[in-house]
């Protein structure tokens, strides 16, 4: 369908000067006010028109509901309709076509657009909203759309739209995973005394690597034990432990205990136990001196370096001297339980003594394998960095189904920003079939005006 559609503005400036700023303050209003939404309105009536025309003069029912099996189709009424859009709200009156034979109705506009029987919003504008709440607060968002891109939509609205999508589902290669990662930030739950619930809610995050390195995201949990999330990780991979090769992870006895069943080993993050062994001194009452001086050795005894590479055979030569390091860093590891046992740090004692069961395990897998394991979950913690700042930072009050969506979608949005796009260029239906072409942009002197 081609159209040739002329725009007639009226432009009226002072002859005693005026500001460049006002001109384009002017001209954003009149498009963001009118110009835009009405431009989408006629193109949206004209192909109405067309639609119903080829109906009406060659029976062609590609774009009706289908009631009967020999339709007869009249003009029976124009139903007022609207929807909001990033270009404004766009009005119309599309016409209703009903059957002679059977009675039913059609309304064929709703049947080319794809548009669902209710439907009161463009999609490209459900992504706007989703994105921009991903990043900050529902209440700074919809003043921000209303403001900058003068699209009011209530808070509550806006809260709908985001809980409704399901542009969170996370669907991506599972059957390859590397290494298991997971961790944990609480949250400003909202809280339910009917049903027992303070105010202090958990999300749960889980992400594999892939045997190429790619972050696989597994899903965001809230108010689910590991237990559960790692039933979940089996059932939706449909098979049998081991799911990945490898867990890395803080430690958390839980988080161990339940996903370290769907791994072949674990692997304690450095970072954590480095940092941990901070706080268990200082419940044992060490002092800062003290505290520090550990957290050096510590560090000193895990600083076994292995090639940065993902996969590197290990020759004879350098597996002998990296057991023989790795033997020298369990026996300082055992003097380091010792001495904290000897002073009354029993609390740091057994804290070390229980991290070091999986503290090499990434030297381990190296030297059998030859395949790089990460010793720190870095990974993961920078995604949680990202949930907290907007979970944590931004909002608070959230019930769970609310954080667990939200944290899907930046996970999405950061670990697999093609399915992202991907998602939004299917659901907009981006294929090509609108082409706008501006021609030219002409002056008519004011004595045609009339004309």
């Known amino acids: 369908m081609l159209n040739i559609i002329s725009l007639d503005l009226l432009a009226t400036t002072s002859e005693h000067g005026y500001s460049l ?5 002017r001209t954003q209003q009149l498009f963001e006010t009118e110009g835009m939404a009405g431009f989408v309105s006629l193109v949206l009536e004209l192909t109405d028109e067309k639609l119903c025309s080829d109906i009406l003069r060659n029976g062609k029912t590609k774009f009706t509901a289908g009631h009967c099996d020999n339709p007869r189709y009249q003009l029976h009424d124009k139903v007022p309709r609207q929807f909001r859009t990033s270009v ?14 059977c009675g039913g109705s059609s309304i064929p506009l709703r049947y080319f657009l794809g548009l669902e029987p209710y439907q009161s919003k463009s999609s490209e504008l459900e992504q706007m909203v989703v994105e921009v709440v991903s990043e900050q607060s529902y209440r700074r968002s919809t003043r921000h759309l209303g403001d900058i891109g003068s699209i009011p939509i209530p808070r509550s609205t806006a809260h709908r739209w985001v809980a409704e999508s399901d542009c969170d589902q996370l669907e991506t290669n599972r059957e390859n995973l590397d290494v298991l990662m997971a961790d944990g930030t609480g949250y400003k739950r909202r809280p339910d005394r009917a049903a027992d619930l303070n105010n202090r809610g958990e999300l749960r995050v889980t992400m594999g690597v892939d045997k190429q390195g790619n972050l696989i995201p597994l899903g965001a949990f809230s108010g689910e034990s590991w237990e559960n999330i790692a039933e979940k990780i089996k059932n939706d991979m449909k098979k049998d432990p081991p799911l990945a090769d490898v867990l890395v992870s803080d430690g958390e006895r839980g988080l161990v205990n339940s ?25 044992d009452k060490a002092p800062k001196k003290e505290r520090d001086s550990r957290k050096h050795d510590l560090t000193a005894i895990l600083g076994i370096e292995i090639p940065e590479e993902e996969i590197e055979v290990v020759n004879e030569e350098d597996s002998e001297n990296i057991i023989e390091r790795l033997q020298e860093s369990e026996k300082r590891i055992t003097e380091l339980i010792s001495s904290l046992a000897d002073k009354g740090y029993n609390t740091a004692a057994d804290y070390v003594k229980r991290a070091s069961r999986n503290m090499f395990s990434y030297v381990r897998r190296w030297l059998r394998t030859g395949i790089v394991t990460p010793r720190v979950s870095s990974l993961i913690e920078r995604m949680m960095r990202e949930i907290a700042r907007r979970l944590k930072r931004i909002a608070f009050g959230w019930s769970e189904e609310g954080a667990a969506k939200m944290a899907q979608v930046i996970i999405k949005r950061i670990t697999s920003a093609g399915e992202w796009e991907k998602y939004w260029k299917n659901k907009l239906r981006i294929e090509g079939n609108v082409v706008l072409t501006l021609n030219s942009i002409r002056h008519k002197s004011p004595q045609t005006l009339g004309r």
Do not use: F, P
């Open 88 to 101: 404004g709200v766009v009005r119309i009156r599309w016409r209703r076509l009903k059957c002679m034979n």
């Open 21 to 25: 700023d006002e001109l384009v303050y």
């Open 259 to 283: 996903l370290g069943s769907l791994c072949k080993q674990a692997q304690r993050c450095h970072w954590h136990i480095v940092r941990d062994l901070n706080y268990t001194m200082w419940q």
